[in-house]
């Protein structure tokens, strides 16, 4: 067979068919959106991480910086977009700075996709790639197995369907970046309400043409923690004491100076 | 949407490489949501999230799942929420029977028995639940049963149930039976005296477990209703959480 | 290993699939490949204006079923034989040559490709070609042909309604009016019609919107 071994994998879904335990990874069970507009284009995430049921960030970072004019939101496991996203944005660095141009998204789409085809789905990233290059604003998504979209609205993660809902009622040709950025905000804020995987902030990323990139981070946080009822400050002294030693961690000698028997040379 | 509900767990996580898949009807499932219930001295309080969930998807935002089922006792039976609704209806109905042939009110102690025959006799197709009962006892006192899903049941001052049952029993225990605390009057040498929480308390502490498992369980959230049962009957508090 | 066997002839779970209604047609003057623009995770419709039509020459196009990632990847791969085959050779591929990569491919990679390809183009010595590879990397010179999910119910039309040297009009006519009956059928087919029509004078992109298909079928 040629290509990458995966009899481990295989060793492992076979172990775990015989009751073993298989270790939970972090999921960004997300929503994130992306949208074209006159002149740039915008990515939008939520902030929520979830390992099963239970929530295990409240205030992650989706948004990932490849170059500095182009970024990518991840769905999926949260550490194959990490992981995917530093590896292209090492080998865009290298492959800019040896064209000597300014990195394309196609590109890093095509650097991802060759990527994460050779891993057939086992890297379970889920990528909205976004920026402007020279040959202006573009819009990409990458799915596990390495297929790609393009398109001028886009959203993937399991708060897509939700995310996509508004996309799909309220998207329309020549948007401004106010209103794409509104979008893309309703969007994210759609799958924080409806989908349980998406939850707690909106982060955001616009790229204009001929400008830096702008990230905001928290751009909307609709979900601040309630005030507690009662105060759970423990007074002094709850915490029982089982036994107490002092130890001492030099040993003092006193020795007597013997001045009148020293014999000093001068 | 109901193809996919029908397979097994098994069926759904399976890939190439694993088992065959098996296509069987599958009558449970997970509606996610916690219920919580403390006992006073005079009092019980017997509080439930009121969000309803599949997989990812909230079914309802406010559907309450904790009951006044007659005789002030009030229930809740949390886990499949089709199994929970049958149960307490059940429930309710007996107690209504038992007016009928006795003329007289059910004590607690017996509505407890009564729910454990009924959870029993389901012993090889059980309602998928987790139940609590709140109420009154013979002497006033406050009191809480929880059943596992067959039946098997215990007297408490105080449980969780649910989804989140594991992020708030810890919490309960340290907060309503004082444990891993000592009496700071002590200095530390003595265990914490176990006293009586007033209402006031009971009520601001299940407001603060419930909010703190919104925070962490992507299944709890929406609104909380809490149930109060004193002499007086049952009295319902209702107040929003995070919805996110 | 250890006695494991596996089965990977099978789509992986999750993964974005064609299902699809895709053919190509030989005519007077030239060929012309159509396709649908579903993409399907599940019952989720993960893009409703997918490309299929996918170049790998000026004039070599080819039709994607199946994977979309198994079929994006092995044309990108033939594309790339391809540049390299007009760089080295200074001329043009003949469409057979393209579809001989393309099975090549798709036969030495049959247990891990789920890939149902279509693959015509135009070359002044034969004026058009079909070249059909269904799942296994056989290899299908034809008239016409017609792949994914949805071909199954245009099976019957296809047969009865196509002729040889068709005029152009006509020949779009008959992909438009197969296609439209084909994701009428076929639940995972849909959105828009996408024709690509090759000739002498190059690539030619054409589309056709729900409203305007969907009248010449019922």
């Not at chain 2, 996610?32 to 969930?53: E, H, M, P, Q, S």
């Not at chain 2, 009191?143 to 596992?148: E, K, L, P, R």
Request: glycine share 10%; charged share 20%.
């Amino acid at each position: 067979m040629p290509g990458l071994s995966f009899e481990n994998y295989q060793r492992n879904q076979h172990l775990a068919t015989s009751g073993f335990a298989v270790p939970k990874t972090t999921s960004t069970g997300t929503t994130i959106v992306g949208c074209k507009f006159d002149g740039g284009v915008v990515i939008a995430a939520d902030t929520r991480a979830t390992a099963g049921d239970i929530v295990a960030d409240k205030n992650c970072e989706k948004l990932h910086c490849i170059s500095s004019n182009i970024w990518c939101a991840g769905a999926g496991t949260a550490a194959d977009t990490e992981m995917v996203t530093q590896i292209i944005s090492s080998n865009i660095e290298l492959h800019s700075l040896s064209t000597g141009r300014q990195p394309r998204v196609v590109t890093c789409l095509t650097m991802l996709k060759q990527h994460l085809f050779k891993y057939q789905g086992h890297i379970g990233a889920y990528l909205i790639v976004a920026g402007v290059d020279p040959t202006g604003p573009q819009l990409m998504s990458i799915h596990a197995h390495g297929s790609t979209d393009i398109g001028y609205y886009l959203s993937l993660g399991s708060g897509s369907m939700a995310a996509m809902a508004v996309l799909e009622s309220k998207w329309k040709r020549e948007m401004n970046k106010e209103e794409a950025m509104a979008l893309c905000t309703e969007a994210i804020e759609s799958g924080i309400w409806n989908d349980l995987g998406s939850g707690s902030n909106v982060d955001m990323c616009v790229m204009e043409v001929g400008k830096d990139s702008v990230l905001h981070r928290n751009y909307r946080t609709p979900n601040v923690r309630a005030q507690k009822e009662r105060s759970y400050k423990f007074a002094r002294g709850t915490t029982g004491i089982l036994g107490q030693t002092v130890r001492n961690l030099v040993d003092v000698v006193e020795v007597p100076i013997a001045n009148e028997e020293m014999e000093v040379d001068s | 949407m109901s193809l996919q509900e029908a397979l097994p767990d098994s069926a759904l996580h399976s890939t190439a490489s694993s088992v065959p898949i098996e296509h069987r009807f599958n009558p449970y499932s997970d509606n996610g949501g916690t219920i919580l219930g403390i006992a006073g001295k005079d009092f019980a309080v017997l509080a439930g999230d009121t969000r309803n969930t599949t997989g990812y998807s909230i079914n309802s935002r406010y559907e309450p799942k904790v009951f006044h089922v007659g005789d002030n006792v009030v229930v809740s039976a949390n886990g499949f929420a089709a199994d929970g609704n049958v149960l307490v209806k059940r429930l309710g109905q007996q107690i209504q029977w038992y007016h009928y042939n006795h003329n007289k009110e059910l004590k607690l102690s017996s509505c407890a028995r009564l729910v454990q025959h009924m959870l029993y006799g389901k012993r090889f197709f059980p309602y998928y639940v987790h139940t609590i009962l709140a109420g009154l006892d013979e002497d006033g006192k406050g009191a809480i049963y929880s059943f596992d899903p067959v039946g098997s049941y215990e007297r408490e001052q105080c449980r969780a149930g649910g989804a989140a049952a594991s992020l708030i029993m810890p919490f309960l225990d340290n907060q309503v039976n004082f444990k891993n605390q000592m009496d700071p009057a002590t200095n530390g040498t003595e265990p914490h005296p176990i006293t009586y929480l007033s209402l006031e308390e009971v009520l601001q502490l299940v407001k603060d477990a419930f909010s703190s498992a919104t925070e962490r369980h992507i299944q709890v959230g929406d609104g909380l209703e809490i149930l109060i049962v004193t002499k007086d009957g049952v009295r319902t508090e209702y107040s929003p959480l995070k919805r996110d | 290993m250890n006695g494991i066997s596996v089965d990977v002839n099978h789509l992986k779970k999750g993964e974005v699939n064609l299902g699809t209604s895709i053919m190509a047609c030989k005519f007077d003057g030239g060929v012309i490949l159509g396709a649908d623009s579903r993409t399907t995770t599940g019952s989720f419709i993960a893009n409703r204006v997918t490309d299929k039509l996918t170049q790998v020459h000026e004039k070599i196009w080819c039709c994607r079923s199946g994977s979309a990632a198994d079929t994006q990847a092995v044309a990108d791969i033939v594309h790339y034989h391809l540049q390299a085959y007009s760089a080295q050779n200074d001329r043009d591929p003949s469409a057979k040559v393209a579809a001989s990569l393309f099975q090549e491919l798709c036969y030495s990679n049959k247990d891990s490709l789920s890939a149902g390809i279509i693959v015509a183009g135009f070359d002044e010595m034969t004026g058009g070609e079909v070249y059909s590879i269904p799942l296994g990397g056989s290899l299908h010179k034809q008239e016409y042909a017609i792949a994914g999910s949805g071909s199954t119910y245009i099976y019957g039309f296809c047969n009865t309604h196509f002729k040889s040297n068709m005029s152009e009009d006509e020949v779009i006519q008959f992909v438009k009016t197969a296609l439209a009956e084909a994701i009428k059928w076929d639940g995972s087919s849909g959105g828009v019609i996408r024709m690509v029509v090759l000739t002498k004078e190059g690539p030619r992109r054409l589309i056709f919107y729900p409203d305007e298909y969907e009248k010449i079928c019922n």
